[in-house]
């Protein structure tokens, strides 16, 4: 699994003019689903994410997680974070997991999230997001489960 994780002051979805989902100061996560995903990668991700020290405590020093500062978490399925760019310049789908496999690991993602207690709100796997955030910082780390976790 692969996530863009910003560090923000405030984010929201938007499906068709509506606000899917929003919150304040936290983390927005942009998330994608390879097709070699399994649980465990799901797993390894939500417990980096919960545990990811990208806050600053009291003396300025990045040092706190997003438990630690009572923030929030915002979901959003991104499954261009698999798309592959090497040959030509159209960007190939062949690493994302299919559509139907990759809604149940999202969703399953999402509620592992619901598990840890952080309050959160996600968008709508599949449908045509308008995403507004302000950034923190700005503070953006990607994540790979096959890569750097």
Sequence with gaps: MRAVIQRVLNASVAINGRTAGEIGHGILVL???GKEDTENDMEKLVSKLVKLRIFEDENGKINKSITDVRGSI???SQFTLYWNCKKGN???FENAMPPQEAEEMYLKFVDRIKE??????????????KVSLTNDGPVTVWLDTKENL
């Design 90 to 92: 159209r960007p190939s």
């Design 31 to 33: 998330l994608g689903v």
């Design 116 to 129: 840890t207690g952080i309050p959160y709100a996600t968008g709508e796997f599949g449908a045509d997001m």
């Design 74 to 76: 915002l979901v959003v």
